[in-house]
């Protein structure tokens, strides 16, 4: 096993063996954050659902109000007057079957993926590179539509996508830890306020069986019960 460098041993030598208040959490992981790079605040909530069941998938977005602090690389297919909508917007990357090829190239210089409807003919050949990537444009998560200008904008004002993987845990990221504090809290609420929204209807008993925060380097902290609590009042 590789050996704990003194800063992350000291961390775990603070972090007491309890649930954290939000706040607590959050102020706890910025006072231990001692890498020169801008660690990201990220999420994990465990939920009481059976991903196999399609009718227990959990997935959906939110716009966290104070963004996530990474700079998203969108690119759109589009065609006609959407092309100048999608490049009005924001969109760093807009075209149709000659960025098809260039992806089937190898090319994946991009973030996220958005798409008109009439255009996934061309992006359904994609799938295979797109796919794996979480890519692949989804009408559920809003990346095909026709109203490109509100995917590009939402997206550049911090759109996050949440999904429930196999083991029923959805990941997040809530923002950088240099963020003030009270807009990482916000951003924290909105995100469990969302998936919270999210319940599926087949869900039975508890929904939500534990809720941690975590930085990209940092250790794991459960957050009390009482958050959810407030959150669902």
Same mark, same amino acid.
């Given at each position: ?24 959490? &959050? ?25 196999? @069941? ?11 109000? @104070? ?7 969108? +690119?759109? !297919? ?76 939402? &997206? ?5 996508? !949440? ?7 959805? @990941?997040?990221? +809530? ?37 941690? +925060? ?13 958050? +959810?609590?407030? &959150?669902?009042?």
């Amino acid at each position: 096993m590789a050996k704990r460098g003194k800063n992350y041993r000291k961390t775990i030598a603070d972090l007491e063996d309890r649930p954290y208040g939000l706040d607590e959490a &959050i102020d706890f992981l910025k006072s231990h954050a001692y890498t020169k790079f801008d660690q990201t605040l990220e999420i994990a909530m465990r939920l009481g659902v059976d991903p196999k @069941h399609a009718d227990q998938m959990v997935r959906g977005t939110v716009v966290l109000p @104070h963004g996530t602090g990474k700079s998203q690389r969108i +690119l759109v !297919f589009a065609s006609g007057e959407k092309i100048k909508e999608a490049e009005e917007a924001g969109a760093d990357y807009v075209g149709g079957e000659e960025l098809a090829k260039k992806i089937q190239g190898g090319w994946l210089e991009f973030d996220k993926v958005i798409s008109t409807p009439d255009m996934m003919k061309v992006v359904g050949r994609l799938g295979r590179m797109l796919g794996p990537r979480g890519l692949m444009p989804n009408p559920k998560s809003g990346t095909v539509t026709f109203d490109v200008k509100r995917a590009v904008e939402e &997206i550049k004002a911090g759109k996050v996508e !949440f999904r429930v993987d196999k083991t029923g845990i959805v @990941h997040a990221p +809530l923002g950088k830890l240099s963020f003030p504090e009270d807009k990482l809290r916000d951003n924290a609420l909105s995100l469990i306020g969302a998936v919270l929204k999210a319940k599926p209807a087949a869900a039975k008993g508890r929904y939500v069986k534990g809720v941690s +925060l975590t930085s990209t380097m940092g250790p794991g902290l459960r957050l009390d019960e009482a958050v +959810l609590s407030a &959150i669902e009042a």
